[in-house]
C-alpha cells in the first residue's frame, strides 16, 4: 500500500466573534513554511476586512445561522481540494475542526482552545461569565448579537491591557449567531445536536487539543475532558498540549508563532499523549 503524501495545505477555521480576517499571521506565518492556507468564512462572511465592516454595518447574514450550515458549508470546501489537508480551528473552530475530522475530512485536525462538542460537560464559571451576555435572553437564537470591548477583554484578551485589546476588538470583532452559541451551549441538553460526535470513532483522522491556561470563556477544563474522552474511547490518534498563563486570544497575542509552529509540526507527524514544549515530547 502506498504511503499517503504528506499535508501540503492547512485550513484554518475562525471562531464565533471573528471571520478569517483573523488568521492573517497565521496565513503568513504557514505560506512562509511551503504550506498552502485556506481560510473558508462561515457562509455570508466576506473575506478580509470587508467582512468586518460589513457585518458591523449589517450583521444579518449571522443571524439564524447555524451549525450544520456552516458545517455543510466548510466540508465542501474542504471536499473540493486536491489533497487531505490539516484542519485547525480556534474557539468553535476547534469544534468545527473535530467535527470535521470524526465525518471523515482532513489529514489531521488541531482544534485550539476549542468549544466543547455534546458530551463534554465541563462548564467552568469563566465560561459562564463570558457567555452570559448573549444565552441569558432566549430571544437572542435569532438574533446576531454583538459584544462590547469590556466583555471582549474579558472573554478573549484578558491578557492584553485595554487599550490593547481595543486594537485587536477594532480590527477583528463582528457580532456572534446567537443560534450557534445556542446550539454550543446546551448541546448536552438537546436530542440530536448540531454539535454531536462519535467518541469511539476509530477511523478519524490525529486529534489535537491545545489549551490556554489562561483562557476566560473556554479554560482548559474543557478541552482537556475533550481529549480525555477521546483518547480513552478511541484507538486513533488523540494529543493534548497546555500553553500555561495564554489567553483565548493566544492565536494573535505575543508568542503566538510557537504555538501555530506547536500545531503544524504535530499535524505533520502526529504522536498520542501529552505533549511538552515545541519541539515537543511525550509526557
Known amino acids: 500500500m502506498e504511503r499517503e503524501a504528506a499535508a501540503d495545505t492547512v ?12 488568521w492573517e499571521h497565521w496565513v503568513a506565518h504557514y505560506e512562509r513554511r511551503g504550506l498552502k492556507v485556506i481560510t473558508p468564512g462561515y457562509p455570508g462572511i ?19 445561522l447555524g451549525v450544520r450550515e456552516v458545517f455543510d458549508h466548510l466540508a465542501e470546501v474542504i471536499a473540493a481540494l486536491a489533497t487531505r489537508p490539516v484542519i485547525m480551528g480556534h474557539s468553535f473552530g476547534g469544534a468545527f475542526a473535530q467535527l470535521l475530522v ?27 461569565k463570558a457567555t452570559f451576555p448573549v444565552l441569558h435572553n432566549p430571544a437572542n437564537r435569532s438574533r446576531a448579537v454583538p459584544i462590547t470591548e469590556k466583555e471582549f477583554h474579558y472573554a478573549f484578551t ?15 470583532v463582528v ?3 446567537g443560534r450557534m452559541l445556542f446550539q454550543g451551549g446546551f448541546a448536552n441538553l438537546t436530542p440530536h445536536a448540531a454539535t454531536e460526535y462519535d467518541f469511539t470513532n476509530g477511523d478519524r483522522a490525529p486529534l489535537l487539543f491545545i489549551s490556554g491556561g489562561h483562557d476566560n470563556i473556554l479554560p482548559p477544563a474543557v478541552q482537556r475532558e475533550n481529549y480525555e474522552k477521546n483518547a480513552e474511547r478511541s484507538p486513533a490518534v488523540t494529543a493534548y498540549r497546555l500553553f500555561e498563563g495564554r489567553s483565548h486570544y493566544t492565536c494573535g497575542e505575543e508568542g503566538w508563532e510557537a504555538v501555530a509552529d506547536l500545531a503544524l509540526d504535530w499535524a505533520l507527524a502526529p504522536v498520542p499523549g501529552e505533549l511538552g514544549p515545541s519541539p515537543y515530547s511525550v509526557g
Request: glycine letters at 14%; proline letters at 9%.
Open 11 to 22: 485550513v484554518l477555521i475562525h471562531g464565533l466573534w471573528m471571520t478569517p480576517l483573523s
Open 46 to 64: 466576506a473575506p478580509g476586512t470587508a467582512g468586518v465592516e460589513g457585518l458591523r454595518a449589517d450583521p444579518s447574514p449571522l443571524a439564524g
Open 102 to 128: 470524526g465525518a471523515g475530512y482532513g489529514a489531521a485536525g488541531v482544534s485550539i482552545d476549542g468549544a466543547a462538542v455534546k458530551g463534554v460537560k465541563a462548564l467552568p464559571f469563566s465560561e459562564i
Open 158 to 172: 484578558n491578557n492584553l491591557t485595554p487599550q490593547e485589546s481595543k486594537a485587536v476588538y477594532d480590527r477583528y
Open 175 to 177: 457580532p456572534v449567531s
